[in-house]
Nanobody, 114 residues
Framework: QVQLVESGGGLVQPGGSLRLSCAAP????????MGWYRQAPGKQREEVAG???????NYADSVNGRFTISRDNAKNMVYLQMNSLKPEDTAVYYC????????WGQGTQVTVSS
């Protein structure tokens, strides 16, 4: 029901950084716990980071210490700061509720390659 729009992906070299954004225009965004998920070709979608409506965070072991999830409830936005990127981070990244609440959006492609 709620429409989610991801942006900020792109091509980056190993060790580089990207900041992903997720917007839910016109929604009461602050009511939801949110997560970032990713899916690489041939693999299942996996959760990489989650944040409660009050800002408590958790991370998958594979990204812990490198990624930071945050939110701005006043702007109905959630972000994923990705540092020290590795080729194995290459995937399509999606946001959704935590647990997933609505339809998956288009996602944003992150490619880490030299």
């Amino acid at each position: 029901q709620v429409q989610l729009v991801e942006s900020g992906g792109g091509l980056v070299q190993p060790g580089g950084s990207l900041r992903l954004s997720c917007a839910a225009p016109g929604s009461s965004f602050s009511v939801y716990a949110m997560g970032w998920y990713r899916q690489a070709p041939g693999k299942q979608r996996e959760e990489v980071a989650g944040i409660t409506r009050r800002g408590t965070t958790n991370y998958a072991d594979s990204v812990n210490g490198r990624f930071t999830i945050s939110r701005d409830n006043a702007k109905n936005m959630v972000y994923l700061q990705m540092n020290s990127l590795k080729p194995e981070d290459t995937a399509v990244y999606y946001c959704n509720g935590r647990p997933p609440y609505t339809y998956w959006g288009q996602g944003t492609q992150v490619t880490v390659s030299s």
